[in-house]
C-alpha cells in the first residue's frame, strides 16, 4: 500500500474513534445541547440525559403490563407536550411564576422518583370539593370569593404522572369528580406530559429521588 493511502486510512479510522468516543460523551437534549441549568421551586439542578453509556432505565419503569395507553388529547383545549416543550415550560417558569410544573402522583410515588423542580399535589385532592378548592387556592392561583371560583388568575399547570399508562393526571384533570375542568378550570391553562416519568426515566432525564 503506498503511503498515502495509509495515511487516509490512518486518518478515516482515527475519525471514526474519535466520532464514536464523542458520541458516547455527548448525549444530546437536542441538537448541539448537553445540558441546561435551572433555579426552579428552590431547587438548583442541571436537565442532562444520562451520559455514561449502557445506563438502564429505573427498575420503576421496567414492566409493560402496567394500566391502560392514555388518549394523546386528554380532553378539548388541553395541550399535549413532548419532552422539549416540556423543559421550555420548565425555563419559563423559572422566571414566570403563572406556571406551575405538577406532579400529579400520590406522595410516595412523589418521594420515589420525580422530575426536580415539580411539586406535589396529588389527584386524590380532586375527590372532594374541600380538597380540590384548598389545591387549587394554595398552588394554582385559584381564588374563592362568595362560594364562587374566580379563575382569572389561574396558573398554567404543566402536569405529569408515571407514564403513558397511568390515569392519575387524567384523573386530576377531568376523570375525578371535582376534576379541574369540572370545577371550570380554563383548559387552555392546562398542559399534559403524557410520557411522565417513564418517558423521562427511559431517555435518561435527570431526576430527583432513589427510584427504589
Known sequence: M??????????FIASLFFTSSYAAKFVAIKKGVKSIDMNLNDEKFTIMRNQKSGNKISSLY?????GAPQPIILAKGVETLGELE??????KAQKDDSIVIVDSRTPGWYERLRIPGAINIPFKNFESKDTAIE????????VEKNGKLDFSKAKTIVAY?????CGQTPSMVERSKYAL???GYPASKIKYYRGGMQAWASMGFTVIGSGK
Open 135 to 142: 389545591a387549587m387556592e394554595d398552588d394554582l392561583g385559584v
Open 161 to 165: 404522572c408515571n407514564g403513558y399508562w
Open 62 to 66: 421496567e414492566t409493560t403490563n402496567r
Open 2 to 11: 503506498k503511503t498515502s493511502k495509509k495515511v487516509l486510512l490512518v486518518c
Open 181 to 183: 375542568l369540572k370545577m
Open 86 to 91: 416540556f423543559i421550555e415550560y420548565m425555563q
